[in-house]
């Protein structure tokens, strides 16, 4: 459990929060505080650990033999948004990475996920990525979903305490329960970097994200590591709003590529070259052109929900919690056994930057 005290000194400096939302009321880290991870969430007497921050390796030889003393395991990393799944007074709740108990994910849970997981293991929490292009949240989406979402998941928690179960514990819960997974590919050690790289390059080739590298030890170390196609994917949907993101976002991806291609062997060709040009450039005309058009830049999202009341209950959450972004309902309807909600996110800054621009406007270096 956490002290009280360090909860009322965390309220007190505006890292917790308190929440009220779908019939519940809990306290919610917005930032790490002292030992406590952003996204840490306390239900009265139950305390549901924030998931904890994963470093980043960007040269693969040197970073696996300078992080990792023992055998590891190998996930495959999915482009999606991160999520608890909870039972939580006699109802499965689903949390957003921020703490948020998420409309959308709660909605849909059930399509995926066995509820007799929970109903045996009260005390269980799945930590899963969701993901496929009718998400509410971020615009990519691996090339294997083609409709829809679809969860992976990759940790089991407890409440009440922080950190895993371990790997062995985790794929028998589930096997057991038919859970649907990230793809594992295999216990490794620093040896194996020939066919490490092997696989990498092999999930570039697919368009895939990359892997998450969790050491089979009491220490748990853990690390993830980008490919080179995910990183160019980044700034190429980034690019519309590129405004909302800190230049540090677009070099670090610039590195990573760059990085990726040295380690993997792979040419600078004139083609890589010019998609890199294209990510920044065909975002910022698509922004350009869609001001012309309607005097403002936005993405367009699509999502199903069992019931139009999570549906409300996302624009609501969306609403409060969007900065810089404005959300705009533009379609709520009957789609066979699902409610279709279409909605714009407008970017404020963005839009309010070529209005200026295109007006005539002065800009100072």
Known sequence: MIELELVKEAVRLRKARSESFLDFEYLRFSDDFKEIPRGTVLFQDTVI???????????????????????????????????????????????????????????????????????????????????????????????????????????????????????????????????????????????????????????????????????????????????????????????????????EYYTNRIMRIVLFMEEEGIKATQHLYSELGKAFIEGLMTAIEQFKKEHRVYRRFSCRFKTKENALALIELLHRTSRHIQVIEKELKKEGDYWRLTFDKVFLNMTGLLGHLLSGGLVFD
């Open 49 to 247: 650990w924030g998931y904890p921050h994963i470093g980043r390796i960007f040269i693969l030889e040197k970073g696996l033999k300078e992080q990792f003393r023992n055998p590891f395991w190998v996930e495959e990393k999915i482009d999606g948004y991160n999520v608890r799944i909870l039972l939580q007074k006699d109802k499965v709740i689903a949390l957003s990475r921020g703490g948020y108990i998420c409309p959308f994910t709660t909605d849909r849970v059930d399509d995926f996920i066995n509820f007799k997981f929970f109903e045996e293991n009260p005390d269980l929490i799945l930590c899963a990525e969701v993901a496929g292009p009718e998400n509410p949240y971020i615009e990519e989406s691996p090339p294997f979903i083609k409709e829809d979402i679809r969860f992976f998941v990759f940790d089991v928690m407890r409440k009440n305490q922080a950190g895993f179960l371990s790997h062995t514990e985790k794929m028998k819960l589930i096997e057991k329960y038919n859970l649907p997974a990230v793809t594992v590919f295999g216990k490794y050690t620093t040896d194996d970097l020939k066919t490490l790289k092997e696989l990498l390059f092999q999930l570039n080739t697919e368009k895939r994200e990359g892997v998450v590298f969790k050491e089979d030890s009491p220490e748990h170390r853990r690390a993830k590591y980008i490919t080179s196609y995910a990183n160019l994917n980044d700034i190429k949907i980034t690019a519309l709003n590129m405004l909302q993101l800190p230049a």
